[in-house]
């Protein structure tokens, strides 16, 4: 691949630790609004580890060259639920906390279909991630992680916790797709255009609690 010329006041670090420096790269603090075209033709052929924090980033198009991607950092960068990962199936570890993400459905959909393969996933500081820290209730932080594991089954790491063998369980039985299609109120167009239009989190757990207590009366639920 030609080596471009990189801007003189960019912070390229190339860094990590092993015999693997150089499929590290860090691109963080850069003050950046997406990932520039010179880095791209320079690195994207052999990059595995990506740090992108604490930029001004609100699209990650420029993502998909990088084809050998396993981590990616998003960190404190303006990325919103309209942001949608380019395929990138090799990517195991995904961190955007602190982002503007605040709607999970359809996003989190949309994010396994670009990832299929997450191992580690961390969504802590958004509006759609419900937290002591930013007035969520603990039931509402219980249902967003559920949520989450549902859809990506080689999930291992949330956040800063294990997925553990009693979430994945209660995961499957919560969001299978039967219960899901329920949500969606006859003449409404049906499950595919509740997956193809974006709905608060607040309201798509308040029909789930409303089917909990209709349908699930002398059920012993595994964590509420």
């Keep these: 691949m ?17 015999d693997d420096d150089d499929t590290r790269l860090t691109l963080a603090y850069e003050n950046l609004y997406e990932v520039p075209r010179t ?25 998909v060259h990088f084809k050998h991607l396993t981590s990616l950092i998003v960190d404190t960068n303006p990325i919103t639920e309209n942001c949608t990962l380019p395929p990138l199936p090799k990517l195991q ?14 996003w989190a959909g949309k994010l396994k279909e670009s990832c299929p393969n997450l191992e ?17 209730t603990f039931y509402e932080y219980l249902q967003y992680r559920l949520f989450i594991i549902s859809k990506f ?11 553990t063998e009693d979430e ?10 039967p219960l899901v299609e329920r949500l969606v109120r006859p003449g409404s167009g049906g499950l595919n255009q509740l997956i193809h239009s974006s709905i608060s989190w607040n309201a798509f757990q308040n029909r789930i609690s409303s089917l909990w207590t209709k349908d699930k009366q002398g059920t012993k639920n595994l964590l509420i």
């Design 120 to 136: 580690y996933l961390s969504l802590m500081g958004n509006p759609a991630a419900p937290s002591y820290f930013n007035g969520g």
């Design 39 to 63: 880095i791209v033709e320079r690195f994207s052929d052999h990059i595995k580890y990506l740090d992108i924090s604490h930029n001004k980033i609100t699209n990650l198009d420029a993502v």
């Design 93 to 106: 570890l995904i961190l955007l906390n602190h982002c503007k993400i605040s709607s999970l459905y359809p």
């Design 168 to 177: 994945t369980a209660e995961a499957n039985r919560l969001y299978k797709r």
């Design 153 to 163: 089954p080689s999930l291992t790491h949330l956040d800063d916790r294990r997925v």
């Design 2 to 18: 030609a080596q471009a010329s990189l801007p003189p006041d960019l912070n390229v670090s190339a860094d990590g630790s092993g």
